[in-house]
């Protein structure tokens, strides 16, 4: 079972992060991730939940999903990863996990925070290299999202957490770009992403950056303003 922050019961959107064990890739072929996002379809009828954006990638996936109850989120996840699971292991005559724990989420707190949560989804295949725009990945619902969906979801006055949040976001960038905290102080190309990603998009603190990655705030700064 996936940790839910106490706040978690003050939204309806979550960012759900899933990854393969050892970070290897478990949708490898094209018709692995069709056939995972049969599964997600097929479920999201069943269950009282609607797909906003998905992105699947060769190790992981990005999916941002809406719920009015949090444990109709769990039920979805464990049934979409354990057919897809089932189905993986019969195709590729294995046994054992495939995904590296259960799955992480991430609660959504406002509206800025949706659309940076959609944008960033969108845009993983780029940043990963695959493609130049995030409209000619075949395997997101980039062509498919409704752009303007303003008006249609309510959002409550949330006194989110900062240092909660910060921690979130930097615990989803290392697994997505598997990479260990540790590794990002050689890494400045890596931590000057991760530093604009917590900064602008989520106006946390460079104090709360500094402190998070224990990192002089001094050099937070620098790399910052570079």
Do not use: W
């Not at 615990?171 to 102080?185: A, C, D, G």
Request: aromatic share 14%; glycine share 2%.
């Amino acid at each position: 079972m996936p940790r839910f922050p106490r706040s978690y019961i003050q939204t309806t959107f979550f960012h759900v992060i899933t990854q393969g064990i050892n970070k290897s890739y478990i949708y490898e072929y094209p018709e692995d991730i069709k056939y995972y996002i049969k599964i997600m379809y097929e479920l999201e009828k069943e269950l009282d939940v609607k797909l906003i954006s998905y992105c699947i990638m060769n190790n992981h996936a990005h999916i941002l999903i809406k719920t009015e109850k949090v444990m109709e989120l769990s039920k979805y996840m464990h049934r979409l990863n354990t057919k897809y699971a089932i189905y993986y292991n019969t195709k590729y005559s294995r046994v054992g996990y495939i995904f590296k724990n259960r799955y992480k989420s991430e609660g959504i707190y406002s509206e800025e925070h949706l659309y940076n949560c959609i944008k960033y989804i969108y845009d993983n295949p780029v940043k990963a290299g695959i493609c130049k725009r995030a409209q000619e990945y075949p395997y997101s619902n980039y062509k498919n999202y409704g752009k303007d969906i303003r008006g249609n979801y309510i959002f409550l006055d949330v006194d989110i957490n900062s240092e909660e949040l910060c921690r979130e976001l930097i615990e989803e960038f290392l697994t997505v770009n598997s990479v260990e905290k540790h590794e990002l102080k050689k890494d400045i190309c890596k931590l000057k992403e991760l530093i604009n990603i917590l900064k602008k998009e989520h106006n946390i603190s460079l104090r709360q950056i500094s402190k998070e990655l224990n990192i002089n705030r001094e050099k937070i700064r620098k790399i910052y303003n570079k």
